[in-house]
């Protein structure tokens, strides 16, 4: 059974930073592809980012590129976003997820990823 478990959120004001973290256990992290997701209240859940792996490729929503960092640390069992210049729209549950593969896909869709953390709350103040 793989659990996923996220933690870092909280209250920041626009133009903050804030650092998610997720570990991941029950499958040979090494070989799992890890991604972030986000949903706001009558929104559907979308993609943030996603890390392959070994890190090799990393792809990002539009609407955080340039503003949010995805990275992993295999020994640790953990995946960070790093997330600055924060934005009163960047508001909503974050969620992390795990797939059956070490891919990284740029579609960015829920559906690639069958396990999911409980989620964390993110909410940027204007």
């Known amino acids: 059974q793989v659990q996923v478990a996220e933690s870092g959120g909280g209250l920041v004001q626009a133009g903050g930073s804030l650092r998610l973290s997720c570990t991941a256990s029950?499958?040979?992290?090494?070989?799992?592809?890890m991604g972030w997701f986000r949903q706001s209240p009558g929104k559907e859940r979308e993609g943030v980012a996603c890390?392959?792996?070994?890190?090799?490729?990393?792809n990002y929503a539009n609407a955080v590129k340039g503003r949010f960092t995805i990275s992993r640390d295999n020994a640790k069992n953990t995946v960070y976003l790093q997330m600055n210049s924060l934005k009163p729209e960047d508001t909503a549950t974050y969620y992390c997820?795990?797939?059956?593969?070490?891919?990284?896909?740029?579609?960015?869709?829920?559906?690639?990823?069958?396990?999911w953390g409980q989620g964390t709350q993110v909410t940027v103040s204007s």
């Open positions: 997820a795990a797939r059956s593969n070490g891919v990284c896909s740029d579609r960015l869709s829920p559906d690639e990823y069958g396990y």
């Open positions: 029950g499958r040979t992290f090494s070989d799992t592809g």
């Open positions: 890390i392959s792996n070994r890190a090799y490729t990393k």
